[in-house]
């Protein structure tokens, strides 16, 4: 590998790793399916928060009493997280051919279950004493312009 004055790269191999993203090709079958399987368990623990205890569980941890009081919310919310996973998985096996590495799978899989579980926890009302009814406004909450 060359490297220029400032000790860069150069030449084929900076083409292929940009931002620390390797893009040779390589199916990566073990990381990926690691990284599937994770995000998987994920999606369990989002079940755990808005079908089961967990909410009561999560509370507890830190000295409050949380209950689902949302739980049509925290449905529909798991259920997006849900169609989430499977277009994550198709874009893994399928449409993902580059390298991917357990560094990036780490980081990711913490970074998407905080999200998903942040907000499996709202959407189940763990931070309301009452149900909010579904309006007008549920359905297009993502249509603005």
Not at 5 to 15: F, I, K, L, R, V
Not at 97 to 112: A, D, N, Q
Request: charged share 15%; with cysteine.
């Amino acid at each position: 590998m060359e490297t220029n004055m400032n000790h860069q790269p150069t030449g084929e191999d900076s083409a292929q790793k940009i931002a620390s993203i390797d893009r040779t090709h390589d199916p990566s079958l073990i990381p990926k399916l690691g990284f599937c399987l994770l995000h998987f368990c994920s999606i369990l623990l989002c079940g755990y928060i808005v079908l089961g205890t967990g909410t009561q569980t999560i509370g507890g941890w830190f000295g409050q009493n949380w209950m689902v009081n949302d739980p049509i919310r925290g449905q529909v919310l798991l259920g997006v997280a849900s169609l989430y996973w499977v277009r994550h998985s198709v874009t893994l096996f399928y449409l993902l051919v580059r390298k991917v590495e357990w560094g990036e799978v780490f980081g990711l899989v913490v970074f998407m279950m905080i999200v998903e579980v942040g907000l499996c926890l709202l959407a189940a009302g763990a931070f309301r004493s009452q149900t909010v009814p579904l309006g007008v406004l549920d359905a297009v909450a993502g249509r603005r312009q």
